[in-house]
């Protein structure tokens, strides 16, 4: 067993050694310090990512569900999808009268590949009409205005609530409501801009806009149409209530047989989780690959040194074991040696991570003026640091061992004898 002024003795005189070959040392750690780079920035990406992912479902509403003829995922057989019958107003208008755990039970009609023309300028968009229900969820927040009334819908008024997209591309001056858009050549008054709440990959959110249902009817008609029906559940602990209400309404309404599958899909923000575990799947095991290959090269690079080490101080070695040193503190001296190599590259590549992650933030938010990288941290979190260091501690005593192992082994006569 090592005792405390053995351990003490051995990280001293590792530590005396590096400061003497100090060149020699930090040139040692580059490959630990990529490696580091790479593991920190991995975390830092993957959890930029949650931050984003997080953002945009408390934006758009975590307590909704949408019933629709199409499965947002694709996860089903594409013509049993194409095949089923479209969702009509009027078995909207009847889950509506029949749903009672639901808050809200909001019809939405949708022209994908709409276009809205300001003066000269044109933007494809998907044109979606609904109710003035629609303002009760957390995705018709908005930025400026408000949305249409109950008395706008129910007369048809030329009113439209545009997404942010269609707010950045039209009016990069700022000065959206009140001024005209025309959709499908009638012209519409803006009255409210939505707060932006699509970020990173489901920027499309965006890029739509509301109008009451009796004009989108006006404008784009219902025949040969598909609704959707959006459900606000109140809170995420309603979801299943709600959702098991619903299939059991749009089964009687659509006269589904007992022993046949819906025809409809129920939809919700969760449906895309697996998209973005996929994504952050993706990015980790591209850095952890790089993080290996990395941390293999840094730790061949250290045994070599290591060696080295042993071989320049094999007198030395042979005169602490002639004075009483066991092998056990001639192990620890260079295991420390080796670990402390590590962990210095550790913390070097930190402020390298860290620059490197400010510089990222500054160049999407202020540069790019990517507004959804405003929710990603600038800073590198301290429990990245800690893993930082612990990886890089594990990795030199690894790379250490051998050379550790070997000086450990010297016979203190031979060694003694050595001359280089």
């Known amino acids: 067993m090592l005792r405390l002024s053995e351990f003490q003795e051995s990280a001293r005189i590792a530590w005396d050694s590096l400061r003497v070959n100090l060149l020699r040392s930090i040139l040692t750690t580059a490959g630990i310090v990529v490696g580091v780079v790479l593991v920190v920035l991995m975390g830092w990406t993957i959890g930029g990512l949650n931050a984003v992912w997080e953002q945009t479902?408390?934006?758009?509403?975590?307590?909704?569900?949408?019933?629709?003829?199409?499965?947002?995922?694709?996860?089903?057989n594409w013509r049993d999808v194409e095949s089923r019958k479209d969702i009509s107003l009027q078995q909207a208008a009847l889950l509506k009268s029949r749903m009672e755990s639901a808050e809200y039970v909001i019809p939405?009609?949708?022209?994908?590949?709409?276009?809205?023309?300001?003066?000269?300028?044109?933007?494809?968009?998907?044109?979606?009409?609904?109710?003035?229900?629609y303002a009760n969820t957390s995705a018709a927040t908005t930025l400026a205005g408000r949305f249409f009334s109950p008395t706008e819908e129910h007369s048809a008024d030329r009113v439209v609530v545009i997404g942010h997209g269609v707010y950045k591309s039209l009016y990069p001056d700022g000065n959206a409501v009140g001024s005209i858009l025309k959709i499908n050549g009638?012209?519409?008054?803006?009255?409210?801009?939505?707060?932006?709440?699509?970020?990173?990959?489901m920027d499309f959110i965006d890029n739509q806009v509301f109008i009451p249902m009796m004009a989108f009817r006006a404008v784009h008609g219902f025949?040969?149409?598909?609704?959707?029906?959006?459900l606000k559940c109140g809170s995420e602990a309603m979801l299943d209530i709600v959702r098991t209400e619903a299939i059991g309404h749009m089964r009687a309404i659509r006269n589904v047989p007992p022993d046949a599958p819906d025809d409809f899909s129920i939809n919700e923000m969760k449906a895309?989780?697996?998209?973005a575990k996929n994504i952050r799947i993706g990015i980790w095991v591209v850095g952890m690959g790089l993080t290996i290959l990395a941390f293999v090269v840094g730790s061949i690079g250290i045994m070599n040194i290591m060696y080295v080490s042993v071989t320049e101080r094999t007198k030395e070695i042979g005169i602490r074991k002639a004075i009483g040193a066991r092998r056990g503190s001639i192990l620890a001296q260079f295991l420390i040696e080796s670990a402390l190599l590590c962990m210095a590259g550790a913390l070097i590549a930190f402020p390298i991570a860290q620059g490197i992650v400010?510089?990222?933030?500054?160049?999407?938010?202020?540069?790019?003026?990517?507004?959804?990288?405003?929710?990603?941290s600038p800073?590198?979190?301290?429990?990245?640091?800690?893993i930082a260091v612990v990886v890089s501690i594990i990795v030199g005593l690894l790379a250490g061992f051998l050379p550790a192992l070997r000086a450990s082994r010297l016979d203190p006569v031979e060694a003694l004898r050595y001359e280089q």
Request: proline share 2%; with cysteine.
């Open 186 to 201: 009638s012209p519409f008054r803006i009255i409210g801009v939505l707060q932006k709440q699509g970020f990173l990959f």
């Open 57 to 76: 479902i408390s934006i758009i509403g975590k307590d909704m569900l949408y019933i629709d003829k199409w499965d947002w995922t694709g996860g089903r």
């Open 358 to 376: 400010a510089g990222a933030r500054f160049l999407a938010v202020d540069v790019l003026e990517q507004e959804w990288a405003s929710v990603i």
């Open 108 to 133: 939405l009609a949708r022209k994908w590949g709409g276009s809205v023309v300001k003066g000269n300028s044109s933007l494809m968009c998907s044109i979606t009409g609904t109710t003035a229900d």
């Open 379 to 386: 800073l590198i979190p301290l429990d990245l640091l800690g």
């Open 272 to 275: 895309f989780d697996q998209q």
């Open 223 to 230: 025949f040969d149409r598909s609704f959707s029906v959006g």
